[in-house]
């Protein structure tokens, strides 16, 4: 049964605060991704609107932000680039379609058998990407098109609005937790900017967010079995990588929060995020482990944070745009480079020289290959390692019985 999970007002503030905090980091996020994927803005928050919001009502891990994801849209690219957006949309029904399979197979346990040392290094590598991520708006394009970086005081003003941005986050929970630190410093920078008229970056330069109501749309590919050949490997490799990073955030979510969260639900709630979202013309998604950890630190541990945060998105696309159009870039990096901070596990490079070796390697092989490749290889190369280095460990080991 369905339950928002707040039984005070002060939770129901809390959750829904922390959603509206959630919802400005994904609008961002959800633009870039589908420029990613090579689709318009607009498919992008519909998949984060619909998967953000359906995987909250019926995923298993509460507080949990699903959406958009690069991991996925970096699969996708190569779909649309050959044969365009319907056959995305037709892509994305059967991966829906594939993760419920997997939830009612009750293959989510199967996370489990994933080591330490590549969650380790899961958690450090996609820190890094995340961090990686946001040095593209420090660049700004010029007249031609050409990317430049930052320079002189463009930088100087965009850098201390970073500053800014973390000083806040970092020092208001010490005078008052009764206000989200990151939606604090995101109100605060922006009406900064905006009476100041300083000249900086701003969402609506990444694109317009203006939309109206996804509506109901069967993707328009030609219903033979060469459609589905063409479909079906995209379909298998978007299911895959959307649970793995899925079931690794809920795993992650459940050590912050010290709860533990239903993986066969969530597999579950994932296929009927993306079955409805392909459906109604979004590009799919997953959870978001940077999004995730904004909710989280935020005070966000029920469903309705999860919830709050997809109809936040939903208002902004319908009523709101030119205000969130108005949002400083500068903002929403620095929010994310506590996430980054908060992210990273420090504490795997004071042990780094205390562990075995080929746990010490693992660790740092899964932190490459994740910032290099993707998740899904990283997570399946970490496995076979670890598999390996433990079978190599054993196979030295000699058992004597003595009669």
Excluded at 216 to 228: D, G, K, M, R
Excluded at 297 to 316: C, D, E, P, T
Aim: contains cysteine; charged residues 10%; hydrophobic residues 60%.
């Amino acid at each position: 049964m369905f339950k928002l999970g707040c039984a005070s007002s002060a939770c129901f503030k809390n959750e829904i605060l922390s959603g509206l905090t959630v919802a400005l980091a994904l609008v961002p996020e959800a633009v870039a991704f589908a420029f990613v994927a090579g689709v318009e803005p607009l498919v992008g928050l519909y998949a984060a609107f619909m998967v953000g919001l359906l995987a909250a009502i019926f995923g298993g891990r509460p507080g949990m932000i699903s959406g958009a994801t690069g991991a996925m849209a970096v699969v996708m690219v190569a779909l649309v680039a050959q044969h365009g957006v319907e056959y995305l949309f037709a892509a994305v029904v059967i991966t829906g379609l594939f993760q419920m399979l997997a939830g009612a197979l009750r293959l989510g346990k199967f996370i489990r058998i994933v080591p330490h040392p590549v969650m380790l290094g899961f958690v450090n590598g996609l820190a890094i990407v995340i961090f990686l991520a946001q040095l593209q708006h420090f660049q700004i394009s010029d007249s031609e098109g050409i990317k430049q970086w930052l320079s002189g005081d463009a930088l100087m003003i965009f850098s201390s609005l970073i500053l800014l941005t973390i000083l806040i986050i970092q020092f208001l929970p010490k005078l008052t937790g009764s206000f989200p630190a990151a939606l604090a410093a995101i109100i605060v920078v922006s009406l900064l900017v905006i009476g100041l008229d300083l000249n900086t970056t701003t969402v609506g330069d990444l694109a317009s967010i203006e939309g109206g109501l996804p509506s109901f749309h069967i993707p328009a590919v030609p219903f033979t079995l060469e459609t589905l050949i063409i479909i079906l490997p995209y379909a298998f490799i978007l299911a895959a990588i959307g649970l793995i990073e899925s079931l690794l955030t809920l795993t992650l979510v459940d050590e912050v929060t010290n709860t533990r969260g239903r993986g066969n639900r969530e597999c579950f709630g994932q296929g009927i995020a993306n079955t409805v979202t392909g459906s109604f013309g979004g590009m799919g998604g997953c959870a978001m482990i940077g999004q995730s950890m904004i909710n989280v630190n935020s005070g966000g541990r029920q469903r309705l944070s999860g919830v709050a945060a997809a109809v936040f998105l939903l208002i902004f696309i319908l009523f709101a745009s030119s205000l969130i159009e108005q949002i400083p870039m500068a903002a929403l990096v620095g929010v994310m480079f506590i996430v980054v901070f908060a992210t990273f596990e420090w504490s795997s490079l004071r042990i780094i020289r205390k562990i075995p070796i080929t746990d010490a390697f693992v660790l740092a092989l899964i932190s490459a290959v994740t910032v290099f490749t993707d998740l899904a290889v990283a997570v399946v190369v970490g496995v076979i390692v670890s598999a390996l280095a433990f079978a190599w460990e054993n196979a030295k080991h000699i058992h004597i019985s003595t009669v």
